[in-house]
């Protein structure tokens, strides 16, 4: 059993070659619900950490920060070996965080896997974040398995029946049901969960015992042995009986794909590149003779080593000394080191084949996100996540000459970690960071303070708009400064529903224009104007109306790059623009290049569309989060008059027995500091979380004081901006 030792290593290496008998999977789950106690387990089941710790230890949870606070906040890579009907498996597993700030790891995670463990708490039920990570699952087509969690507390806590409980459990398999059903319609019949099938498992990670049917056989203990065991206090010896780890990866072995049999059906969603070529074939085949596909998910930083890059293989086989394509650069990066994880620990190998997590050293100039390759290929899709960085701080390094290594750690972190975006403000040198809510900044400022010591100034967190367009204007002229060319331009809001498609979706120019125009279509675009399309940036988009204009062809680069300069930074407060719709309609230009070059095109192009979107009755966007709050029903009248304060919506209310569960949507500004309101508000009895939920209009009555905010931390003139700022009247 253990996997301690020379010997083990062996069986790792020797199970590497084995794709059959390799699970690559992801613990997802709402936050608290028990990932990381179950993994604990996992790994004590299989000798990797002792049994007695396991459970109190949170292995995966090693960064300092997730001991003190009790939360994952990165993804971790393990491997594990495990015995099922006569045979060994390699178990590769990635234990998620279940904090909302940190989804973007859920999904980078979900790219490297072929299926997943969905823990729900027996006693919260399916919650947000459970149907959250289920849909990431669904869309990288990663097949689910359900352990429902912390049933000890379900019959110790709650007090009910043993028909209740088995009903309550019921009711959490239909509901996961549903979401798949709902999510994923084709793979349903497949997919759907089932105890009788073995599917579905039933435990307490943290008291280390679960049943399933194909455990029941094999014990006896049923769900009224639990019951009765539980009750007197017995649970040392269900743990001895019917431990964790064998219900769980029995179920991972017998209901998880291989990447032999996951591959076929994964590649043609996570790749849009030809299937019948050479390297499309190997990597559905999951062939190890062909060509090297790789994506790296994870980056990490090894004292030792350096910098560890992380991902799945899903064709070809890595050895060291490769020289491997960086996609996005025209680079290429040579591999100092192959490995694989070990429990948690990096072990160097000769080489890794098709279908396993390998992890690299040498690769510097992958970001999460790259592939890397053996030959230049169509890079896969890139990794979508639901939500965007949308609260900021704004940081200054406290002795300027701390400055470059300020900027060598942002860098560093952004390349770990693609939901945070780094900024430089032009006006005031401070440096702004993005990311996806205040407990996400924190760490990443205390980061650079306290683990990379460099001291810095950090402003409270503050929101990002959006600015947009409410009605249509234009054509508003724009000249260049030579006055040899002019430009045209209209500006009008685009559909919501198109502009809501083309982000989820991540549509972005292509050189097939079929399929953009395609996808375009899909997304509710007029034929009209899909067909003339020439930009597409952050849910706005450039049209060329045109016809026949001499020399137009020629100078669209530098019109799009105009237009991409104000969609980055529009016209009201240097806030990015989304959902504008900017129609080039007619064009002048000279004939001679000379006089139409960048310094003439693009402020000509700027000033026009600028001047347009502030003649478009333009507003403020701001970020939106949906807030799901369940809280003993006396309490319910603190907790509405808390959400009161934060112009919050009430959408929802539902009660269920003592409890109350009450939905709203509020904005992402107004959310600052809700953790601690609402712990005082309700004696910290309330459960609670929030999910980024779009950008809605900003009220008219805040829209002044919201622009002249925003202008003043920015060091702009304090005046609203007018057209003739832009274009002589
Ligand atoms: N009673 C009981 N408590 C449990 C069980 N499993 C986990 N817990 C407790 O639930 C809390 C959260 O456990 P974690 O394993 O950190 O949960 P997690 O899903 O990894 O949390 P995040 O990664 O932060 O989303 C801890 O206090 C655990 O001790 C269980 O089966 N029964
Ligand atoms: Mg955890």
């Given at each position: 059993m253990a996997t301690r030792g020379k010997k083990a290593v062996e069986r790792v290496k020797q199970l590497m070659d084995r794709t059959n008998q390799i699970r690559n999977i992801g613990i997802i789950a709402?936050?608290?619900?028990?990932k990381t106690t179950l993994t604990d387990n996992l790994l004590a089941g299989a000798g990797v950490i002792s049994s007695e710790l396991a459970g109190q230890q949170l292995?995966?949870?090693?960064y300092y920060l997730e001991q003190q606070r009790g939360i994952t906040i990165f993804s971790a890579n393990v491997s594990m070996v495990h015995e099922y009907e006569g045979k060994y498996y390699l178990i590769n597993l990635i234990d998620t965080p279940g904090h909302v700030d940190f989804g973007g790891d859920v999904t980078r995670a979900l790219r490297a896997v072929d299926g997943a463990v969905v823990v729900v708490d027996a006693v919260e039920g399916v919650m947000p974040q459970t149907e959250t990570v289920l849909r990431q699952a669904m869309r990288e087509n990663v097949k689910p398995v359900l352990f429902i969690n912390k049933v000890d507390r379900m019959i110790n806590?709650?007090?009910?029946?043993l028909e209740e409980m088995q009903e309550r459990l019921g009711g959490i398999i239909d509901e996961v049901n549903k979401l798949i059903k709902s999510l994923k319609p084709d793979k349903y019949d497949k997919w759907r969960l089932n105890a009788s099938d073995g599917s579905v498992s039933f435990g307490s990670a943290l008291y280390n015992w679960a049943i399933s049917i194909g455990t029941m056989k094999r014990t006896g203990i049923g769900f009224r042995e639990v019951y009765e065991m539980c009750r007197q206090g017995n649970m040392k010896e269900l743990a001895k009986k019917c431990p964790t780890y064998v219900a769980v990866l029995d179920m991972v072995i017998k209901h998880l794909p291989s990447p032999l049999e996951a591959q076929k059906e994964r590649i043609p969603v996570i790749w849009r590149g030809d299937m019948d070529s050479d390297i499309g074939k190997a990597m559905q085949n999951c062939d190890r003779n062909g060509e090297i596909a790789f994506i790296v998910t994870h980056i990490s930083v090894d004292p030792h080593a350096g910098e560890v890059v992380t991902g799945r293989l899903f064709s070809g086989t890595l050895r060291k000394g490769v020289e491997l394509f960086v996609s996005g650069t025209y680079k290429k990066n040579r591999v100092q080191q192959v490995g694989v994880y070990m429990g948690p620990e990096r072990v160097e190998v000769e080489e890794i084949p098709a279908g396993n997590i390998a992890a690299l050293i040498g690769?510097?100039?992958?970001?999460?996100g790259t592939t890397l390759s053996s030959i230049e290929m169509t890079p896969f899709e890139s990794i979508k996540h639901?939500?965007?960085?949308v609260v900021t701080v704004a940081v200054e390094a406290k002795?300027?000459?701390?400055l470059p290594r300020l900027i060598e750690v942002l860098r560093k972190i952004s390349k770990e970690d693609p939901m945070v975006r780094v900024e430089i403000?032009?006006?005031?040198g401070e440096h702004l960071i993005s990311g996806m809510g205040e407990l996400h900044l924190e760490i990443i400022t205390h980061r650079i303070e306290h683990d990379e010591g460099v001291p810095i100034i950090t402003s409270p967190p503050i929101v990002v708009y959006r600015e947009t367009v409410r009605a249509k204007a234009g054509p508003v002229e724009g000249k260049s400064p030579n006055r040899h060319n002019r430009f045209y331009f209209e500006v009008e809001p685009l559909e919501q529903s198109v502009v809501e498609k083309i982000i989820a979706e991540g549509i972005q120019m292509e050189k097939d224009k079929k399929a953009l125009r395609k996808k375009l279509l899909d997304a509710g675009m007029s034929m009209e104007e899909a067909k003339n399309v020439v930009d597409i940036i952050e849910g706005n988009v450039l049209l060329d109306?045109?016809?026949?204009?001499?020399y137009l062809s020629e100078t669209m680069e530098l019109v799009i790059e105009g237009f991409r300069n104000v969609m980055e930074k529009?016209?009201?407060?240097?806030e990015r623009c989304r959902g504008v719709k900017v129609k080039l309609v007619d064009a002048k230009l000279h004939e001679d290049a000379i006089h139409r070059g960048p310094a003439q095109v693009i402020p000509a192009v700027k000033n026009a569309i600028s001047a347009a979107i502030l003649m478009a009755d333009p507003i403020f966007l701001e970020p939106m989060l949906e807030i799901f709050i369940s809280i003993p029903q006396n309490m319910l009248g603190n907790v509405t008059k808390d959400l009161q304060g934060r112009r919050a919506r009430i959408t929802d209310m539902k009660a269920e027995g003592e409890f109350v569960t009450v939905k709203a949507i509020a904005p992402v500004a107004e959310m600052f500091g809700f953790a601690s309101d609402i712990r005082s508000a309700t004696e910290g009895r309330a459960i609670w979380s929030t999910e980024f939920a779009g950008y809605e209009q900003l009220p008219q009555s805040m829209f002044h004081d919201k622009v002249m905010e925003v202008r003043r931390r920015k060091g702009l003139k304090l005046e609203m901006p007018q057209p003739s700022d832009f274009i002589s009247p």
């Open positions: 709402h936050i608290d619900h028990g292995f995966t949870d090693s806590e709650l007090r009910i029946s690769v510097k100039d992958a970001v999460v639901y939500s965007e960085p002795n300027t000459k701390e403000n032009e006006e005031t109306m045109t016809k026949g204009i001499q529009g016209p009201l407060a240097r």
